[in-house]
């Protein structure tokens, strides 16, 4: 038998690891975010939206390319934007443990030093005028297109964090609607 590491519990033959974040990660761990993260489809889109942005940004401007990351997550559509040639990325998350763990992707990719992530809520961020964001990321997006707050804090965003013309991504949206007739509904319903 190997010898046993100090952190090795014989009684049930399980490493134990002795974390100050573990609730956070538990938290993460519970999220919604790995269905996001895993669907491919979606971040390719994402991916390509951005890099068009920034593109008819560099054509159409000549100014450095500042992205506000509104509930960044993971850190993705920040770590999207610089790979896709932004010069800096503002990016904010209210959710603590999500803020320690879009910190340290970014940092093991290497991309720190070009995107700063704020602790809180975008309704509770200020900016200075030197960096006033040009384009707009996002994924505030749920199944009903609205629920978790994007148009509150797109409008916000427009009053007090973003330049006049800055770029969306996403740009729009589209919901469809199907109405369904439940019988006997009105019977249940009482």
Not at 79 to 106: F, H, T, Y
Request: net charge negative; proline share 4%; charged share 25%.
């Amino acid at each position: 038998m190997p010898p046993l590491d100090d952190d090795f519990d014989e009684d049930d033959g399980h490493k134990v690891i002795e974390d100050d974040l573990f609730d956070y990660y538990q938290d993460v761990a519970r999220s919604s975010f790995d269905d996001m993260l895993h669907d491919d489809e979606r971040n390719q889109l994402f991916f390509q939206a951005i890099q068009k942005s920034i593109k008819k940004l560099r054509q159409t401007m000549n100014e450095k390319i500042f992205v506000l990351d509104i509930g960044t997550g993971t850190g993705l559509l920040s770590m999207m934007s610089i790979i896709s040639g932004a010069d800096k990325v503002i990016a904010c998350e209210q959710s603590m443990p999500m803020v320690s763990c879009a910190k340290n992707i970014i940092n093991l990719n290497g991309m720190a030093d070009r995107i700063q992530i704020f602790p809180k809520h975008s309704t509770s961020l200020t900016l200075d005028d030197q960096d006033v964001p040009n384009l707009l990321v996002a994924e505030l997006l749920d199944t009903e297109l609205i629920g978790e707050g994007c148009l509150y804090a797109y409008s916000d965003a427009i009053k007090r964090l973003v330049k006049p013309n800055t770029m969306f991504v996403p740009a729009k949206g589209r919901i469809w609607i199907q109405l369904k007739i439940i019988p006997n509904f009105r019977k249940h319903r009482d």
